[in-house]
């Protein structure tokens, strides 16, 4: 039997789905890519806010198709959705054959020799806890590129947050578990590591009472093969002057700090239950940008939070003209349940919500072109990671993480293949990409 896999959400469920095929492989399971040809078909889901959670349903009602048309006897859902509704997932969705919940989709083996038993399951906890590492995974990724994810779970408990319930507590992965498979990965032709977690600013203060972030950057530093290193979701409370240190002195971490701030109205800080006021922020975005100056800095911005007035919202829009940010994505507020801000009363209209959502697009937008335009004539070093119809080479510098950054065109491709880093010369900037040519 051939097993498919479909995962969606972020990159820390998209490792979790690698962990998976991991698994399978290793029971001699055949897999595809094409779900017409799968037997069976699992659907990583996620479950973070509303537009998520509508597309995880599609996928899932879209793969149960291949039950009709294709060769597809069994489907499985796992990842935040799954835990999060499993009851009502498994009432509502017979085409589904078993879940399983974000703490057992290591027993994927053992889930799919029950369906193929005819069984129909829910399975929500791991099987056995003695084995605690992470089994090996199966990239799914480019080959000059893969996810470290060093923690699982988070303790922010941001008010407008469903994580923590979906995940648990904040539980970091053992220091020399995670340099063992940096260092495979780095051995498998890996050159860009990009870490992940909830909070990676928090790695280590549950295993030993230290923030152990600085620390693994100096030893990843160290890795023979890798070239770049990339930190993403770090959490500015946790922004020590050794992190900051560690940044500046490193010379494989990219010089790319993402760091979700959500907010500039301190009275909606406090509401969302972060840690920071705008002042403290602005201090840290200072000191980053003091200590290493061709820092690229990336945020997210959430509006039309419950309480949101015009002068929270004026606040914010002044912050980000203030602090003119390379990118920043921008999310309307959705309104979960068993959130403390999905209960709150003061809740903001609709219609409100996408216009600030706009408006502060258009003007980070306006602040993203005028960086790249700023850009033009420098020369930066580029990850190729592909090539169009136009022949043109495309990737990305150390100042854009995959997927959510924009993109760097390159003229002059001969010679050229994917994975290659190459310097280039940029010749014109523009909103999400930019154009250069080999210098």
Not at 95 to 115: H, P, R
Not at 270 to 275: I, Q, V
Not at 282 to 297: D, G, H, Q
Not at 310 to 333: P, S
Request: glycine share 6%; net charge negative; hydrophobic share 40%.
């Amino acid at each position: 039997m051939k097993i498919g896999m479909v995962s969606l959400g972020c990159p820390k469920n998209l490792v979790d789905s690698e962990v998976m095929l991991g698994l399978i492989r290793d029971k001699q399971l055949e897999i595809t890519n094409d779900p017409a040809e799968a037997g069976l078909i699992i659907v990583n889901t996620c479950g973070f806010i509303e537009s998520a959670k509508e597309e995880s349903i599609s996928t899932v009602l879209q793969m149960a198709e291949y039950k009709k048309s294709g060769s597809c006897k069994y489907l499985v859902m796992t990842g935040c959705l799954a835990q999060r509704y499993v009851d009502e997932l498994f009432e509502s969705m017979p085409e589904v054959d078993a879940i399983v919940g974000t703490d057992a989709f290591t027993d994927i083996g053992w889930v799919i020799d029950q369906v193929m038993a005819g069984k129909r399951v829910k399975h929500m906890e791991k099987l056995t806890s003695k084995n605690v590492a992470m089994p090996p995974r199966m990239l799914t990724t480019p080959n000059y590129m893969a996810y470290l994810k060093i923690a699982e779970g988070c303790d922010n408990c941001c008010s407008y947050c469903i994580i923590p319930q979906l995940r648990g507590p904040y539980t970091s992965r053992p220091y020399d578990e995670v340099m063992a498979e940096a260092r495979a990965l780095a051995d498998a032709g890996v050159k860009e590591l990009i870490v992940v977690a909830q909070d990676t600013t928090r790695y280590g203060e549950d295993l030993t009472g230290k923030l152990l972030l600085p620390k693994l950057l100096h030893d990843l530093n160290e890795l023979e093969g890798i070239e770049w290193i990339r930190v993403m979701y770090l959490y500015p409370n946790n922004f020590t002057d050794e992190l900051i240190e560690a940044f500046a002195t490193c010379d494989k971490v990219c010089k790319y700090i993402d760091i979700p701030l959500q907010h500039a109205s301190d009275t909606l800080l406090a509401s969302m239950n972060r840690y920071d006021t705008r002042a403290e922020v602005e201090a840290l975005l200072t000191k980053l940008r003091t200590r290493i100056p061709s820092i690229t800095i990336r945020t997210t911005f959430i509006v039309g939070f419950p309480g949101e007035t015009e002068d929270d919202f004026e606040q914010l829009k002044d912050f980000v003209e203030q602090q003119r940010f390379e990118n920043a994505g921008v999310f309307q507020y959705s309104q979960e349940e068993n959130t403390v801000a999905g209960a709150m009363e003061n809740q903001i209209a609709p219609e409100i919500k996408e216009n600030r959502y706009h408006e502060l697009m258009a003007l980070q937008a306006g602040i993203s072109e005028d960086i790249h335009k700023e850009r033009e004539d420098m020369v930066l070093d580029v990850l190729v990671e592909g090539f169009d119809e136009d022949n043109l080479a495309y990737g990305r510098s150390e100042h854009e993480a995959p997927d959510i950054d924009g993109t760097i065109f390159i003229e002059g491709v001969e010679g050229l293949q994917v994975g290659d880093i190459v310097k280039v010369r940029i010749l014109q900037g523009f909103t999400y990409e930019m154009v250069g040519e080999r210098a």
